[in-house]
């Protein structure tokens, strides 16, 4: 089950905590109030939500955690983290609640919602809202005295929203269980294929800043015309290149650009791109490869111990294959994570590993061969390995490119796709693999990681001032 503990705490024992706040993280100014329906959890809850405040919050002059300076003081109704957090600010929402997942379930960040497997939906108490300036995402807050994801678990994080986390307290994720917000492309046991993009990506974004990979484009063989592959999308490392069609002479599909951002810092709190799509040759019922989606945006933030036994994971999604003479879709790029307590302890896993390109291809031949084109694999949540590009072994398809992870090479770029290397052409183009994306870690007293699996490596592992 899903338990949130009400603990009377904070001004007012039983007041709401439900309603999220709205505040600018460029200006950091005056929060203003977006009233939520309180939800029943065996607590008397007043909906009207809290008063707009008249206070600055405070700055962060260097764009991250570790400001040396104590803030000032927080306004009534408010508790903080006892360090300057990257991205939002540390003041926040008194939590009034334990957040403990007994069960998986579903975060919607758009909705403030969230979806326990076997029970009804909830809103979420102590949830606020900051707006990232230009076409960034907005950041989900939610604010509680202590967060646990129990053992064998996951809880999936989807919509148009940036995560934080934020406890005064702890946060555990426990072994076997799973924090995601990491894109997916699968099919359903009907044979749909779907897609999901993690919470905090942005393709409006990407394409402004060039991360997006490049859509496949027809290229001709003899009198056949077939469809390059698209390339990979690209955020904390190059995109890889969807691969021409075989004997064209055609250029490769570019991948998507390192995509804006701190150098050293998972700043601004953003998801990773999507990969380009292979392009769709002139037939009808050819359908091109879909393209990779990509990883979205988690911060986890505690005034305590951040033990993470078990997976958090923002990885890019595989690329889609083609079909009659279509190019593979570009895996999507990992996207960003941030950690920061007063404590870190890493046993298990944290990824934002890029997924594989999807093979592009002519057609079932007359032996039966390439009846069975591969997706591109979906980059690994809890592992170092690069995700495979879709390949079946068929000479008359395009392998696509492996995506990035922190075992792949020093180029720690996603992999080209591949041409077609038969006589059945013209086949489509393999799909380029998705970069990696970025990772940090802050603390201010003990990082613990040894044992852990951490890909791409940390941007930054910054030990900063604790004020209290």
Same mark, same amino acid.
């Given at each position: ?38 939800? !029943? ?9 809290? *008063? ?8 962060? #002059? ?7 300076? %104590? ?10 983290? #006892? ?69 064998? $678990? ?21 072994? /076997? ?5 990491? @894109? ?13 993009? /993690? ?36 955020? /904390? ?11 064209? *002479?055609?250029?490769? =599909?570019?991948? @998507?650009? &390192?995509? *804006? ?11 990773? +791109? ?13 359908? #091109? ?22 997976? &958090? ?9 083609? !079909? ?5 879709? @570009? ?34 031949? =007359?032996?039966?061969? +390439? ?22 072994? +068929? ?28 006589? %059945? %052409? ?8 998705? *970069?990696?994306?970025?990772? $940090? ?20 592992? $910054?030990?900063? $001032?604790?004020?209290?």
């Amino acid at each position: 089950m899903l338990r949130v503990r009400c603990t009377g705490r904070g001004p007012g024992a039983g007041a709401s905590r439900a309603s999220p706040r709205v505040c600018r993280a460029a200006q950091r100014a005056a929060i203003a109030v977006a009233p939520l329906a309180a939800i !029943a959890l065996g607590c008397d809850f007043d909906t009207s939500g809290l *008063g707009a405040g008249d206070g600055a919050l405070p700055g962060q #002059p260097d764009g991250g955690a570790g400001d040396a300076g %104590a803030p000032g003081e927080c306004a009534d109704g408010e508790a903080r983290v #006892p360090f300057v957090p990257t991205n939002i600010e540390p003041c926040v929402q008194q939590p009034e609640n334990e957040l403990v997942f007994e069960q998986s379930a579903e975060i919607d960040t758009d909705g403030a919602v969230v979806y326990p497997q076997s029970s009804l939906p909830r809103e979420l108490p102590g949830a606020a809202v900051v707006e990232q300036p230009g076409r960034l995402p907005d950041i989900l807050v939610v604010s509680t005295e202590s967060l646990r994801i129990g053992a064998g $678990h996951v809880v999936r994080v989807r919509g148009s929203r940036a995560l934080a986390l934020v406890s005064t307290g702890d946060i555990e994720v426990e072994p /076997g269980a799973k924090l995601t917000a990491s @894109g997916l492309t699968d099919h359903t046991s009907g044979g749909i294929l779907f897609r999901i993009a /993690g919470a905090g990506a942005s393709r409006e974004l990407c394409d402004a800043e060039g991360g997006l990979g490049h859509d496949g484009r027809p290229q001709d063989y003899e009198d056949t015309t077939g469809g390059s592959g698209g390339g990979g999308g690209g955020f /904390g490392s190059l995109g890889g290149a969807g691969a021409p069609v075989a004997r064209s *002479g055609g250029d490769p =599909s570019s991948g @998507g650009d &390192v995509a *804006g951002g701190s150098e050293t810092r998972v700043a601004p709190l953003r998801g990773g +791109c999507a990969g380009g799509d292979g392009y769709n040759a002139d037939n009808d019922l050819a359908a #091109p490869g879909i393209s990779g989606p990509p990883g979205g945006a988690l911060q986890l933030v505690a005034g305590g111990q951040i033990d993470i036994a078990g997976t &958090v994971t923002v990885s890019g999604g595989g690329g889609a294959f083609g !079909a009659e003479h279509s190019g593979g879709g @570009g895996g999507g790029s990992g996207g960003g994570v941030a950690i920061e307590g007063r404590d870190v302890v890493i046993g298990g896993a944290v990824t934002a590993n890029g997924g594989g390109g999807g093979e592009g291809i002519r057609t079932i031949t =007359s032996d039966g061969a +390439c009846a069975s084109p591969e997706l591109g694999e979906n980059g690994s949540r809890d592992g170092a390995g690069a995700a495979e590009g879709g390949d079946s072994g +068929c000479s008359a398809a395009g392998a696509g490119g492996d995506g990035d992870a922190g075992e792949a090479d020093s180029s720690q770029d996603g992999a080209e796709g591949d041409s077609a290397s038969g006589p %059945a %052409a013209p086949a489509g183009g393999g799909g380029g693999g998705g *970069g990696v994306g970025r990772i $940090h870690i802050a603390y201010c007293e003990q990082l613990a990681a040894d044992a852990a699996v951490i890909s791409p490596e940390p941007i930054g592992e $910054h030990r900063v $001032h604790c004020y209290e």
